[in-house]
C-alpha cells in the first residue's frame, strides 16, 4: 500500500467524505478569473479578496516548498424544510458548531499522522493547514485535485457528495501522487442560477457578491440596497438556495459530525430583535454566526420582519427606532414601513 493510499484510508477513519491530491500550480486560470472578478467590483466590500491576490492564484507563491496540496471534503447536513415567516432562517452549515474548528482540529491530526508515517520512511516533511482562513482558492483546488466541479453556482459540486459540504486543504513538501482533474458535469442546468431571488449570477459560473445574499447578511457592512431587501425574505445569516435548487444533492452523502448538527434551528424573529450585544454573544458562542456581531444580526432580522407580512412583529421594530446604531434604527423604520403597507410607505 502506498503512502496515499494509506493517507486516504486514515482520512476516512479521520471523518472526512473525500480526498483528492493536486499539485499547487494546477490552477493557473484562478488568476486570471480572480482578478477580473475584482477588477469588477464584484467582490463588494471583501478587501481582502483584493488583497496578496499572487497568492490566492498561485498556491505555488504562497508557500514555494510546497509539492502537493491535499484536499479534503467533509459532508455537512442537506436541506431542511421551509422556515415560516416569522423566524429567521440560518444557513444550515452555519446552524452547529463553527466549522472552522471541526475542520481544522481534523486537519491537523490527519497531517500529524502523515508527518510520522513519512519519517518511517526516512522523510521529514511539512505541512501547512488551512480552512477557509487563508489566501487559498479552495474550490479550484478541489477541482484540480479531481473532488468535484465549480458549478454555474461558483460551489463545489461532487457526483458522489452533491454540494453539502465543507473544504479543507493541507499543503506538504511531501510530492505525492496527484489525481486528475474533475470536469463539469453540470449541463444544461440552470436550477440554481433560477433559484436566486436577488439576481447574483450575471450569467452561470459567474457570481456578483453584492448581490449574493450570504455576502449581503455576513460581509456587508452598513445598510443594505433598498431594491435588494426584499429578496433576503426571512435570511438572517447566509442562503442555501442556489445550493438546494442543485439535481446532484440527490447523491448527498450523509454527514458523521455530531457536531453539525443545528444548535440554532431557525429561530423566532421577536426573540432575535430583543438580543442586546451581551446576549447576542451568549447565544452564538461557538457558532460561525458569532463572528458578525449583535447590530449586523438585528439588521438582517429587521429586513426579515419587514418581509414578513406579520404585523405582530411591529412592536419588536418600533422598540429598535432609536437604536444606537444609526443602521439597526433605519431598519426598524424601514420594516415597519413595510407592515404598514404600501399606502403607508
Request: hydrophobic letters at 40%; charged letters at 25%.
Amino acid at each position: 500500500m502506498t503512502l496515499k493510499d494509506k493517507l486516504h484510508a486514515r482520512a476516512m477513519e479521520e471523518g472526512f467524505s473525500a480526498m483528492g491530491i493536486c499539485a499547487p500550480d494546477a490552477i493557473p486560470q484562478a488568476s486570471e478569473r480572480l482578478a477580473a472578478f475584482v477588477a469588477q467590483g464584484a467582490h463588494g466590500q471583501m478587501s481582502w479578496m483584493a488583497e496578496r491576490m499572487e497568492w490566492r492564484g498561485n498556491p505555488a507563491a504562497l508557500w514555494p516548498q510546497a509539492r502537493s496540496v491535499i484536499m479534503l471534503a467533509e459532508v455537512y447536513p442537506g436541506a431542511r424544510s421551509p422556515t415560516p415567516p416569522d423566524h429567521g432562517e440560518i444557513s444550515i452549515y452555519a446552524q452547529g458548531k463553527d466549522y472552522h474548528d471541526l475542520v481544522k482540529r481534523r486537519l491537523k491530526r490527519l497531517g500529524g499522522w502523515l508527518v510520522a508515517e513519512a519519517k518511517k520512511a526516512g522523510e521529514v516533511p511539512e505541512i501547512k493547514v488551512f480552512v477557509d482562513t487563508a489566501p487559498v482558492m479552495e474550490k479550484p483546488l478541489a477541482q484540480a485535485a479531481g473532488l468535484g466541479w465549480q458549478g454555474k453556482h461558483t460551489n463545489l459540486l461532487s457526483r458522489d457528495l452533491g454540494n453539502w459540504f465543507f473544504l479543507g486543504a493541507i499543503f506538504t513538501t511531501l510530492d505525492l501522487e496527484k489525481d486528475a482533474p474533475e470536469v463539469s458535469h453540470c449541463g444544461s442546468c440552470t436550477a440554481c442560477l433560477e433559484a436566486c431571488p436577488t439576481k447574483a449570477f450575471p450569467a452561470p459560473y459567474q457570481l456578483d457578491a453584492r448581490r449574493c445574499i450570504s455576502y449581503l447578511t455576513i460581509e456587508h457592512k452598513g445598510p443594505v440596497d433598498l431594491d435588494l431587501r426584499e429578496g433576503l425574505g426571512n435570511r438572517i445569516y447566509g442562503c442555501d438556495l442556489c445550493l438546494a435548487a442543485c439535481p446532484w444533492n440527490k447523491f448527498a452523502a450523509e454527514a458523521k459530525e455530531i457536531g453539525y448538527a443545528s444548535r440554532t434551528g431557525n429561530p423566532p424573529l421577536a426573540e432575535l430583535a430583543s438580543l442586546d450585544d451581551a446576549a447576542f454573544r451568549e447565544r452564538f458562542a461557538g457558532s460561525p454566526i458569532k463572528r458578525i456581531g449583535r447590530d449586523r444580526m438585528v439588521r438582517n432580522v429587521l429586513y426579515a420582519i419587514g418581509n414578513s407580512g406579520d404585523p405582530s412583529l411591529a412592536a419588536s421594530a418600533e422598540a429598535l427606532r432609536e437604536d444606537p446604531d444609526p443602521t439597526v434604527a433605519e431598519a426598524a423604520a424601514w420594516a415597519l414601513s413595510r407592515l404598514a403597507g404600501p399606502a403607508a410607505r
